[in-house]
Every structure is written in C-alpha cells, then in structure tokens.
C-alpha cells in the first residue's frame, strides 16, 4: 500500500510488516526519512529532517537562511556537485562539460501493479493486486534532465523494489557517468555490514564487519557479478543474530558490474547505494532517449539474519523465478562432467544413462566436449555444432528418451575460442579494443554479444541443434571474466557503452531461448557459481552452485548462498570426493536441485542401494525444501565443528532437520535447538516414534551427540505434527 499525505508532503510505502517514508521538503529537495518496521500513518511528519547545516557543508540557495544543506540531510536520491559530499546516486555530464547534477521534484503517480522493465530481469507480479507502485518525477532544472524514481511494494512479502527511468528532456546530448539505482540514508551508524565474498570453488563466504566511518563496500569491475563478490549486502543491527534483531537486506538484481557501497559521514549516519558501477560506465542519452537502470531489492526483518533470507527466498520463488519450471518439479539429474570430463562418446553416455535410470535418475546431462573438435578446454567455444567423430548425438537422446530418462546439454554461447571456425571467420567478434591483444583466460576470448549480429548467429547456430533434436535442459556456462573490454561495434562515443551493453546482449539472448524454448529447463553457470545472481535467476530457475562439491566445504558455500536465495535455485550435486562417506554427500546436495556428478558404473553394489534411497528421499522431502522455510540452526561460520539446518513446511506440521559434523569434538552434550516449529503442537520424530512438542524441540532441543560424533557424519531427523498424545502414551 502507497500512500500520500499532500498537507504534509509524505509518501508513505508499506509491506506487511515495514513501512518505508520519504518527504518531500522546501525546493522539491526529496528526503529519505525512515525505513524499518511499519509505522501508523498518523505522525510521520515528526520524523526528524536532520536540517541542521554543518561547518563548511554548503548550503542550498534558496535555503540558506534557514540553514539547510543537502550534506547533512537524509538525501533520497543523492546528485553530484551541489554540496552534498557524501557518495551521490547520480553523476550527468552536460554539455557544458561540468558533472554538476541537481533533480528535484516535480511529481508523483501511484499506481496497482508493477511497469515492465523491457530488457532487464526483475521482480514481477501475477495479479496487480499483489503490489502498489509509486513514481516520483524529477528534473534539472538547468539541464533538463528527467529522472523517475520507481517504488514497488509487495503486500505478500516484505520487500520493495526500486529502479530509476532517466530521459533526456533537452536538445542537447547528455552523458550519464554514474546511475545508481537506489540510495537508503539510515541515521546511523549501529550496523555490522554482512558480505559474500568468494573466488572459484570457494563461492558465498560470510563475512561480517562493522561500519567504520568512511567507505567501504564491495563491486564487480569483472564484467560478471562474479565469483569474488555477490550483488549481495546486509546491514545487521549490532547484536542482531540468525533470529533477532533487525536486518536489512539489499540485492541487485543484475549480472555485470554493480557496486554497493555504504558510507558512514562525519554525522555517524550511513548511506547505502546499489547500481551500476561507474568504472568504464559512460552513456549518451540523446535528446528524447531514455535509460533505465537495473532493478535493486530491499528487504526489512526484525526477525534477525533468518528472517531476512526466508523474505528474499518467498520472494524470489514467487516473484523472480518464472515460467513452467518455476513450481514444477525438477527432474533429478546425473551430470557428465565430473564422470567423464572431455573424454566420452555415444556409448560410454548411453552406459551412464543407462545405470543411471537403474537407480532412479531422470535426466542426463551431457556438459561440456560434444562440440566442433573439443576434446579439451583449447579449442571450439563458438563453433556449436556437433562433433560427429565423437558422437552420434540422434541415437543417444532417442535411446535416453527411450528409456523414459530426459536429456540435457551443455553450452558457453558468450565465448569464443581463438581456435575455432568462428573466429577465423569473424576475428572482430571477440570483446576487444584497438591496438592491444586479447588477454586469454582458460583459452579463450569472450565474444561480443553486446552485438546483435553476433548474437543472432549464436542463437541460429543453437537453433539448429535445439530444432533438430529433442533436448529437455540446457546449462549455460560462462568460464572467464571480461578484460580489454571493448566492441568494434561501438565508436569512441560510446565505447563505454560496452560492459552494460554486454550484459543486456546476454539478456536478450537468454530471453531469446526461454521464450523460443518454453519447455526448457534452463540452468545457468559460471566456473561454478561465479554468476551466481538474481539476473541470472529471472531467466533460469536454477544455478550450478558452485564446482567445489566436496560436502564439507560446499556447506559454507550453501550455508553463504541461503542468505538470500531459496534452495530451489541451488544446484547440488553428490560427487566421487571421498571427503565424506555417500550418506552425508547425500544429506548436503538434498539442499538444493539434487543431482550426481560422477561415474555410476563405478558404484559399489552398497552405494548403489545408497544412492537409490537418496532417490527417494529426495521424492519424498521435494515439497519440504522447495517451499518450506529454510532456518539455518547452527552456521558454520558460528561454529567450526557443527553445523545444522531444517526445513519447516509452511504450515509449520513438519520439518526436515539435518546435522552435519565438520571436525570431532571432545564434548558429550549437543543439544539441538529447533526453529519455526509451532510451540504448542506435538511433532513426531519418523524412525523411533518419540513425540515431542513444538516447545520442548525449540526451547530444549534435541540431544544429537551420539549421532554425529566423528568428521564427515550426519543425520536428518524428519519430524510430523500429530495430535496430541495422551500422558501415559507418552511416558511408555
Ligand atoms: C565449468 C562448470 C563445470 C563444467 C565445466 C566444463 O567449470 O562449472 O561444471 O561444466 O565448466 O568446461
């Protein structure tokens, strides 16, 4: 719900549970007031403007005499070089050749509903019912420049999104140089600042900071959102916890270079800006043109880290993930990589196949070497037809499909391969700029899809193997990051065009397959989980994790990755690394899109039994984990010798609960405290019956000591509400 007191000039959005407020003050000057739980409506007025001015902070014009400055006031979308010296949202070249930007109010529409954002993923509602949306006009008056604050606010889920639509309303050409998409002011400084940092095979780690006055905050200059750092930010109220205190989550929605920032001011108040980073990003808005920015997400809890994921992961299951994949069950996978790498042919997958249907799986996939004259990582990225010496691709998918078993393939269409029949053809394709030679990263260029032509030849060339044969999943990889970045497409005026024009290339061309391809299950990759983002999430409903599938280190990846997306994105996958014995491999890849990744003739008679009941759990536990709430119990960024999570059916009558031992330790006692069980309802624990209540679980906990005791083990513990049983029952 939006609405706008006009006798006190304020805007008030709300969610559920949190209210979001913005002023609008004296000059059209738009003011951040409040963000946080939810407000009555009554007395916003009295939220403080914070318009004392400060020694040597200039002063608006207008507004000197009475002492104002945009330095110290709570800026909703912050502009360059009129005096506010903290980090602006925006930054505009004019014609004159000065930076100097300055938007201010002009007015406001509120609309049911959420506007498209042709070109770009975002948050998307069913019903215009499910969400209000507020535009604020602004403009410059010297340069006539427009900018459209867009707010969505959703009434099923506490989040609000924000984007901004910026025209140039001048006869002159303009430059944006910095377009941030959103700008919180929060009036203090209290926070610990939560990150996920990472490289390749160690993707999602937690890190936790305190603010510190000054900057500080994480960006992708890699032309990916990257292994290294996710588009992922919290501010967590000092003490907060996995189940108290408040948290802000922020997210952006965006698969290139981006920034989030916070900045604490001399005044111990924090600014946090997300968008587009401003390294190589220039773009020329002629007269009448209009940009718009990517999408950023926000998210209020008081219910502490825990109950900010579980708001990102309803969100994103509801309102990011789309098409017939978005609940339909996903099939259960065998993946050729790990198994066979480059070396395979026909018969060697049919054999995969084959053992694999034995034991319950549903899909094969065959990844990476099927293609132009690929037998190792050297050669053929652009060249996207089959490799007939290797493989007679018609008599595997038909003796798969035969087998009632789907069939998948593997694809890298942004790169090229120096040795490639498309690169002799097209040198220029590659992302590059004049007088310098490409920088190699596993062999290989990346190619320019920020143009259309290119574009269209690598859909054409995936056409024709998607036309011809029936191919039910596609993983789309992307396994180097961007350097000399540039298109012989583009002139010097806009060469620094390039890095967001490649990402909507990208864009374009997975939307281009998704919608050709409706049926398609689309999963996307990056070295592993190295363009891990919710972008990449509006187009696949789900993402290879990450390459690393050891059980052990991939719980610090998953534990990282929980932080804002659902397990339904995660791909997870059992492994030969022999780590851990099958039984808790099993137990870690269940959260997640559950598949293997290894040889199955190789299996032992006892892991095939193994694996064939892991088939089954996974049947079993689908709807649990895919839709019910994740509670992460114990954090192994907590605790280096435990960890535990569950899932909680939403109306909180079961929950899955799983325990996993990192390292031994000397202790006898371990009790597990449960989490989102309902305190007053009975729980019956599947194997040995006890039946406990929902207090004693949570406030209690359950002694699972003997059960984990040495590294590498684990267990589950399912529990199901029952009626409420008789004392005497109880004590037998
Ligand atoms: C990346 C992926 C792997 C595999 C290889 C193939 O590293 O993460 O899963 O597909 O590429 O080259």
């Not at 007015?107 to 042709?118: A, H, N, V």
């Not at 919180?184 to 936790?208: C, I, N, S, W």
């Not at 097209?426 to 004049?434: F, K």
């Amino acid at each position: 719900m939006i609405r706008f007191d006009d006798s006190k000039n304020v805007f008030h959005l709300c969610t559920p549970e949190t209210s979001y407020i913005i002023g609008i003050y004296d000059e059209g000057l738009l003011l951040n007031l409040y963000y946080g739980k939810r407000l009555p409506d009554n007395d916003l007025w009295y939220l403080s403007r914070r318009q004392s001015c400060a020694s040597f902070s200039p002063c608006d014009p207008v507004l000197a005499p009475t002492g104002f400055s945009v330095d110290v006031a709570p800026m909703e979308y912050p502009t360059n070089g009129r005096g506010d010296f903290r980090v602006s949202a925006v930054s505009v070249l004019n014609s004159d050749g000065n930076t100097v930007t300055d938007l201010r109010y002009e007015g406001y529409r509120i609309y049911p509903g959420k506007p498209d954002m042709p070109g770009l993923p975002h948050l998307y509602v069913t019903d215009q019912s499910q969400c209000d949306t507020l535009e604020i006009t602004m403009r410059d008056p010297y340069t006539n420049l427009t900018a459209v604050l867009v707010y969505s606010v959703f009434h099923d889920c506490d989040v609000l999104t924000k984007h901004v639509r910026f025209r140039n309303d001048s006869p002159v050409p303009l430059k944006l140089c910095r377009v941030m998409s959103s700008c919180v002011d929060l009036p203090e400084m209290q926070y610990d600042l939560v990150t996920l940092y990472g490289r390749h095979a160690k993707e999602r780690q937690f890190v936790r900071r305190p603010l510190a006055h000054g900057l500080q905050g994480i960006r992708s200059v890699r032309g990916s959102s990257s292994h290294a750092q996710n588009p992922f930010a919290a501010l967590a109220q000092k003490g907060a916890t996995e189940t108290t205190g408040n948290v802000y989550g922020f997210h952006f929605i965006y698969s290139g270079n981006y920034e989030i920032t916070a900045e604490v001011d001399f005044n111990a108040t924090t600014r946090i800006l997300m968008g587009i980073q401003d390294t190589d990003f220039q773009w020329e808005l002629l007269p009448g043109e209009s940009f718009l920015t990517p999408e950023a997400v926000h998210v209020f809890s008081d219910q502490g880290i825990g109950g900010m994921s579980r708001m990102f992961h309803r969100a994103y299951n509801d309102h990011l993930i789309r098409g017939v994949w978005q609940y339909r069950k996903r099939p259960l996978l065998i993946n050729s990589w790990e198994a066979a790498y480059f070396d395979f042919d026909t018969d060697k997958l049919i054999a995969f196949a084959k053992q694999a249907k034995e034991l319950g799986i549903e899909l094969l996939v065959m990844d990476d070497g099927w293609f132009g004259k690929r037998n190792n990582d050297t050669n053929s990225l652009g060249d996207w037809f089959v490799n007939r010496q290797k493989l007679d691709l018609g008599r595997l998918i038909d003796t798969v499909h035969a087998m009632d078993m789907k069939f998948g393939i593997w694809y890298e269409p942004e790169m090229i391969s120096p040795d490639s029949e498309l690169y002799r053809a097209h040198p220029d394709w590659c992302v590059h700029v004049p007088g310098r030679v490409p920088s190699l990263a596993r062999h290989q260029y990346v190619l320019d899809v920020s143009r259309k032509d290119v574009r269209d030849n690598i859909f054409d060339q995936m056409r024709s193997v998607l036309d011809k044969y029936t191919i039910d999943y596609l993983k789309w990889d992307f396994n180097r990051n961007l350097s000399e970045a540039g298109s012989a497409a583009l002139d010097s005026a806009h060469a620094q065009e390039f890095f967001h024009r490649f990402v909507l290339g990208t864009y374009e061309l997975q939307d281009r397959l998704t919608t050709t391809y409706p049926q398609l299950l689309l999963e996307n990759c990056s070295g592993g989980g190295g363009r891990f983002d919710p972008g990449m999430l509006y187009y696949s409903p789900q993402i290879w994790t990450s390459d690393n599938t050891d059980p052990i280190e991939r719980l610090m990846i998953q534990f990282g990755t929980s932080l804002c997306y659902p397990a339904s994105t995660m791909g997870a996958h059992v492994s030969a690394c022999d780590r851990t014995g099958y039984a808790t491999k099993g137990n870690v890849a269940l959260w997640g899109t559950f598949g293997y990744e290894l040889d199955p003739c190789k299996l032992d008679d006892e892991t095939k039994a193994l694996v064939k009941q892991q088939v089954q759990e996974y049947h079993k536990y689908y709807d649990l984990i895919h839709t019910g709430d994740l509670y992460r119990l114990i954090c192994p960024w907590e605790n280096p010798f435990c960890c535990a999570w569950s899932f909680v059916s939403r109306d909180r009558k079961e929950t899955l609960v799983t325990v996993v031992r990192m390292r031994h330790e000397e202790q006898t006692l371990f009790h597990l405290k449960l989490q989102g069980l309902d305190p007053q309802r009975y729980y019956q624990l599947e194997g040995n019956g006890a039946v406990c209540s929902g207090a004693l679980l949570m406030y209690a906990g359950v002694d699972v000591a003997d059960s984990v005791d040495n590294d590498g083990d684990s267990i589950k513990l399912h529990f199901v509400a029952v009626d409420k049983p008789d004392t005497d029952e109880r004590t037998r």
